[in-house]
């Protein structure tokens, strides 16, 4: 057996001395079972199906994470669209079917087929990844180069498809954990009574605001809380509230994604719960960006007006461009930021949710705190 084993660490040769010779004894320790040690890394298979599992996020390919988010301009009817306004979500359908995405914004959507399968190659069969445009609706994008079709641009930048048991593809690559994750821990959901709320009404829109919706509830009852409150809702958000608090220590950012409940009413339909988990994965990715530059707050103020139906208003419920850029500054002196994320779904029972439903929240929160160590809690219904 062999293998490399490497670090992140920087430091003098003592402290590498030092860390050579921990990493020897545990290499040399025959009591460590080499099998518990590798019980929870990924197993990668090459796929010639879609899994038959629901898929619960699409995101971009992470290389597009690595600049800024107006790198990539995708033109659609003469429009420009970024990464700040565009999004990609799943396309529901039957888990018989093969898989669909969208390219999705304020004005148009642009569906997408993966199409997995085998090509002989000199008498040999190699498995191949295709996209297919099936929505009658040209796109270029421009990155830097020659503009190219928005199909062959998603044939060489693959998107990554999440799925409700935490396993992922990227191209043919289907990636997924040895162990299955746990349900979510109980104390990890925070129930309340959602008085005077429509549970079909998820955004609070724009001013004058829709007072029984979700969002506006939930605001009011965090508003004290934090320094700045800003109403992210829409194509492209980061999610649709984030709250800051600049503490004298340390930064910390909240994330609340919300969903409204399908048909207004508190029940087990899982339904309720695939997508905004996905968004609460997704959100994942601005720890990094946040930690690599100031894209998070570009974003916040590239933002800033909230447009509905050719009306506008303010997304700052809570503080001010100035509070914000004091914030930016408090970041760029490399203060401590802490971030968390929500899922808030009054459709939920905590006292009666079912076994499926804290399974998927059980995976979500597993992702968040393996890869990020961001901890998931939800708000539900009592």
């Not at 995976?363 to 219904?381: A, D, I, M």
């Amino acid at each position: 057996m062999s293998g490399k084993i490497w670090s992140y660490l920087r430091g003098n040769l003592n402290e590498l001395t030092s860390w050579c010779k921990d990493v020897g004894n545990k290499v040399a320790n025959e009591s460590i079972d080499p099998n518990v040690v590798l019980k929870n890394t990924l197993e990668i298979q090459k796929i010639l199906t879609r899994p038959q599992i629901n898929p619960i996020m699409v995101d971009w390919n992470p290389d597009l994470y690595d600049f800024s988010e107006n790198r990539f301009e995708i033109i659609v009817n003469g429009i420009p669209y970024d990464l700040s306004n565009s999004e990609l979500i799943c396309v529901e359908g039957d888990i018989a079917n093969p898989l669909q995405f969208a390219f999705d914004t304020s004005e148009v959507s642009i569906v997408f087929e993966i199409e997995l399968g085998t090509i002989n190659t000199d008498g040999q069969n190699t498995p191949y990844y295709k996209i297919i445009k099936r929505t009658n609706i040209d796109a270029v994008v421009n990155h830097g180069g020659t503009p190219q079709s928005i199909e062959s641009f998603f044939q060489e930048f693959a998107p990554t498809i999440w799925f409700a048991d935490g396993s992922q593809l990227f191209q043919n690559n289907y990636i997924k954990e040895k162990t299955e994750a746990d349900v979510i821990p109980l104390d990890s959901i925070i129930s309340d009574n959602w008085e005077g709320v429509n549970l079909r009404h998820e955004s609070q829109d724009i001013s004058p605001y829709v007072q029984d919706s979700i969002q506006y509830y939930f605001i009011n009852k965090i508003k004290n809380d934090f320094n700045i409150i800003y109403d992210d809702d829409g194509k492209g958000e980061i999610a649709d509230i984030v709250g800051i608090k600049d503490l004298p220590t340390h930064i910390e950012i909240h994330l609340f994604h919300l969903k409204g409940a399908l048909r207004g009413a508190v029940c087990n339909d899982i339904n309720n719960f695939y997508y905004v988990c996905g968004q609460a994965q997704k959100s994942l990715n601005w720890k990094y960006k946040f930690r690599k530059g100031k894209d998070f707050f570009d974003h916040l103020f590239k933002r800033k007006v909230k447009l509905l139906n050719g009306a506008t208003c303010s997304r700052f419920i809570k503080g001010t461009e100035e509070d914000l850029e004091n914030v930016l500054v408090a970041a760029k002196w490399e203060k401590e930021t802490k971030f968390l994320i929500y899922i808030v779904q009054p459709a939920l029972s905590k006292a009666n949710a079912s076994r499926d439903i804290l399974q998927l929240l059980g995976n979500t929160h597993h992702y968040l705190h393996t890869l990020g160590n961001v901890e998931l809690v939800v708000y539900s219904n009592v």
